[in-house]
């Protein structure tokens, strides 16, 4: 785990914020069990008794790290499903830009959370209300575009289960093999091909970070 000691003066206690990046890293690194108070504190050159200056527990900071997990995760995916797109199709790349773009969607924090939920049923609530919202984005988004009901939430469903499936079995995927796979799996969840202009406009917004 690496986790960078900030720069400080005397008295300097440090922000929440940056309890958090460093809560947040050992949760990536070592799971639910390793994310503890003095760790952390000396992890970060800090002092215990600077955590209680922005939290009043772990418990506290734990549940600012699932904040963090929801705002991102959640929040960018239903952006991307609500985002204007003239078909179907670049609808979907637009979502797709969560399962490139780590600034958007982090797949890491995501395994994460669901592993910890599954060992913590204060959690799983939480969970489950966030896959909701997920679902009612996105089957919402193949409506606007003329999908029936029915199908509309068997193929949201067929793209949640496969990103979940993907991240979790951490296959290391080379980027420019993921996004040569885009344009068919936009036409196996839509059943639809998409157009050359949308995967370009797809790939300007990617090939680079390749």
């Known amino acids: 785990m690496t986790i960078q000691k900030p720069e400080k003066t005397h008295g300097w206690r440090g922000s929440a914020d940056l309890w958090v ?3 947040y890293q050992m949760l990536l690194d070592g799971g639910i069990d390793a994310v503890k108070i003095q760790p952390l504190a000396r992890a970060l050159g800090l002092s215990r008794t600077s955590f209680y200056w922005h939290f009043t527990d772990r418990d506290a900071l734990l549940d600012a790290i699932v904040d963090r997990w929801e705002a991102k995760n ?3 995916l239903v952006a ?4 204007p797109a003239e078909t179907i199709c670049a609808a979907v790349f637009n979502l797709f830009d969560c399962w490139i773009d780590e600034g958007l969607f982090d797949a890491r924090l995501d395994l994460a959370i669901r592993n910890w939920a599954q060992n913590d049923s204060a959690l ?6 966030a896959d909701k919202r997920r679902l009612t984005a996105m089957v919402a988004m193949f409506s606007r ?3 029936s009901t029915g199908m509309a939430e068997t193929r949201a469903k067929t793209m949640i289960y496969t990103q979940v499936g993907y991240y979790s079995m951490q ?4 980027l420019s093999d993921r996004l040569d796979r885009m344009p068919p799996y936009v036409e196996v969840f839509t059943g639809k091909c998409p157009s050359a202009e949308e995967i370009a406009i797809f790939n300007a917004r990617h090939r680079s970070a390749g």
Do not use: K, S
């Open 21 to 23: 990046d460093a809560a």
């Open 74 to 76: 959640t929040g960018n």
């Open 80 to 83: 991307r499903c609500e985002a």
């Open 124 to 129: 799983q609530p939480r969970v489950a209300q």
């Open 145 to 147: 575009h003329g999908e």
């Open 171 to 174: 296959l290391g995927e080379p």
